[in-house]
């Protein structure tokens, strides 16, 4: 039976796994005489000279199989990787580090289009081969970085360092690599040498801010968000600024779309036009993409929304790039779908083909700008129709994107203005919450370091989204009550010391802190009833630590923030039933707190409210959401389709 071309490169690659190189090039050689300029042929009998010495031999052959690569546009780094080594075994190093800069160039690509995993591969080989080149290693590093290996990543940059690598890219991703690992003292030492390096640097000094607000470093802070909020008004600074970053900044909506533009026309490649919207017919067929499909917070409110779907109407397929997850969770959600596709290793333009083949109707990217998104997937416009929900609350300012749901809390009528994407807007509360989450059993105070006597006013939002202002209006409310104290997240050593040194200063015993350690998902919800009441932060609110708190019965104080990631809070407790919990204003906020402090029977009320209504609370009516969900699709498909019908009459 005769073979194809690439049944016969996998038997050869089975001989040559075998010590069977003549066999293999036997076939290389039938391979050629069908081809004979087939790059891939080429290529492998090259290699196979260069290990017998042939050094003359195998370069000519490699620069056959090259130019036959160009000619039809095919990868060429592996053939420059043989040519470099062709060229070092012949003791031609220029030529050699030609080729390694053109395999180096390769591998730019193969990162910007996703691929980290075959960018890493290819690095590894550069870098073997030119071990004290610097900028490899710097590369190697991002890539690394990209590939959720912050540790392999940090030992690269700080070798490409000590090589002498300039710049203050290296300290910018020194510090990411060091924030990804929990040093979060390291990172700022690393972001504090990039703005010195390059005070220019637009990411390294959003990271700087970021970091700064991680460990709740507020002195001068003010200064490093002022001098980022001015290269807004320079067309010619550095547009890569994080758009996650300006979430949590004092930014307002129209500086955050200019934010995700910028960051979206520098950082993300060029949308393809927009796809002709066949009308409706058949169940519709939607694509869910995330790196979160897992035991993660966006992936646990999710998984009864996935379940409750209804499959007569709509076929549902999962295109999951984040870490394999085993745990319940992971597999819950994994289950609930009709297909799952596993994409963590596949670049983004083959991703986008999956996609397409798969008739897809409308793509729900479930990730935007937050940590390891991948929306260079969208920009081939895989599927006809693409929206973005809930994981990042802002506009992305990215052409790719067509529809962003909200609710009419989150962005209020007549605030469209500030969203690139059309604005489509849910009933009910946009943050799905999944009422099968179960309730632990709560523990006991003591075990917390909690007195039972106690007022417990609690924030266990992570450190980013604390600010000193409303930090002091806590501080107040424990100055009114001598048994109130405040539970808070723990962080690092450096962030709690700032923090009980914040409240020494306003008068309050540090001891009055209390922090509680990070906790598996069962074992946090089963401490949350400890509080008594959850302060929400400002300007970036709680969103799913708020649903937390809700779910065990704590009610929460929130403030109506000027932006989407702010008013979440709000729209929770609107539909939790409680808007007498909303100020409208920081003023309001801490007037209310103090009611409450000097009045903690009104929060027992509200506890009763929650525990109560929980079976019915709209907030954790996935069955419901899910219908108003699926209308909203519907609806937006719809529209499109006879928008994309108009538009060609």
């Keep these: 039976m005769q073979l194809t071309v690439q049944d016969a490169f996998a038997l050869a690659a089975r001989h040559e796994a075998a010590g069977r190189s003549m066999e293999a090039r036997r076939i290389y050689d039938e391979i050629l005489a069908a081809l004979p300029e087939h790059p891939g042929a080429l290529l492998k009998i090259a290699v196979q000279e260069l290990s017998s010495g042939e050094y003359e031999r195998a370069r000519e052959r490699l620069e056959r199989a090259l130019a036959s690569a160009q000619r039809q546009t095919l990868p060429t780094h592996e053939i420059w990787l043989a040519l470099a080594r062709t060229h070092l075994a012949a003791g031609e190093g220029a030529a050699a580090a030609k080729a390694i800069g053109e395999a180096h ?73 060091h924030r990804l690992q929990g040093d979060d003292e390291q990172a700022i030492r690393a972001f504090e040498r990039a703005v010195a390096v390059n005070p220019s640097l637009a990411p390294a000094l959003a990271n700087l801010v970021n970091a700064r607000y991680v460990l709740c470093e507020w002195d001068g802070l003010d200064a490093d968000e002022q001098r980022l909020l001015a290269t807004l008004d320079d067309p010619a600074s550095d547009p890569r600024w994080p758009p996650w970053i ?104 083959e991703v986008a083909r999956m996609i397409r083949e798969d008739g897809i109707d409308l793509l729900v990217d479930r990730h935007g700008y937050t940590l390891g998104g991948r929306l260079g997937i969208l920009a081939s416009r895989p599927a006809p129709v693409q929206v973005h929900y809930m994981s990042f609350p802002g506009t992305l300012g990215f052409e790719a994107i067509d529809e962003l749901v909200a609710d009419a809390e989150v962005i209020p009528p007549g605030e469209e203005r500030f969203f690139h994407e059309r604005v489509r807007r849910l009933p009910r509360c946009y943050y799905v919450n999944d009422g099968r989450r179960g309730l632990p059993a709560p523990t006991p105070r003591a075990a917390h370091g909690l007195a039972d006597d106690a007022l417990v006013l609690a924030c266990l939002n992570q450190s980013h989204k604390l600010r000193r202002p409303l930090f002091a209006v806590w501080l107040s409310a424990l100055r009114a009550r001598s048994d109130a104290v405040l539970w808070l997240l723990a962080g690092s050593a450096r962030m709690q010391r700032n923090l009980r040194i914040e409240a020494e200063r306003a008068g309050v015993a540090p001891g009055r ?15 949350l009833a400890c509080a008594d009441l959850a302060l929400d932060t400002l300007p970036y609110g709680s969103h799913t630590t708020g649903c937390d708190a809700l779910w065990v019965g704590v009610p929460m104080l929130t403030g109506r923030g000027g932006t989407f990631a702010g008013r979440v809070g709000a729209s929770l407790l609107n539909a939790a039933g409680l808007p007498d919990l909303i100020a409208d204003s920081p003023e309001e906020y801490g007037a209310r707190l103090q009611e409450l402090v000097a009045k903690p029977a009104r929060l027992a009320e509200y506890r009763d409210h929650l525990e109560r209504t929980r079976e019915r609370n709209p907030l954790f009516d996935t069955a419901g959401f899910t219908r108003d969900w699926e209308a909203l699709l519907l609806e937006i498909y719809d529209d499109a389709a006879a928008r994309s019908i108009n538009s060609t009459l």
């Design 246 to 349: 300006a979430l949590s900044m004092p930014t307002s909506p129209a500086q955050q779309l200019a934010v995700g533009r910028r960051w979206a026309n520098a950082m993300l490649p060029e949308p393809a036009p927009r796809r002709p919207v066949p009308p409706r017919s058949g169940k519709l067929r939607v694509g869910y993409l995330s790196g979160n499909f897992r035991d993660h917070p966006t992936g646990r409110q999710m998984a009864g929304l996935f379940e409750h779907h209804d499959r007569t109407r709509f076929e549902i397929t999962a295109y999951s790039y984040g870490p394999d997850s085993r745990a319940p969770v992971g597999e819950r959600v994994r289950v609930a779908f009709d297909r799952w596709r596993d994409v963590r290793e596949v670049a983004d333009a």
């Design 513 to 527: 802190l209390v922090f509680a350690p990070p906790l598996g998902q069962d074992a946090h919800i089963a401490r």
């Design 105 to 177: 160039a390769w591998a730019k690509r193969l990162k910007a289009s996703g691929a980290a995993s075959a960018a890493c591969v290819v690095l590894q080989d550069c870098v073997k081969l030119a071990p004290a080149d610097p900028d490899l290693r710097v590369t190697l590093g991002a890539v690394l970085l990209d590939a959720n290996r912050a540790a392999d990543a940090q030992r690269e940059l700080e070798r490409a360092a000590a090589l002498g690598a300039q710049g203050g890219e290296i300290w910018d991703n020194l510090g990411l690599a």
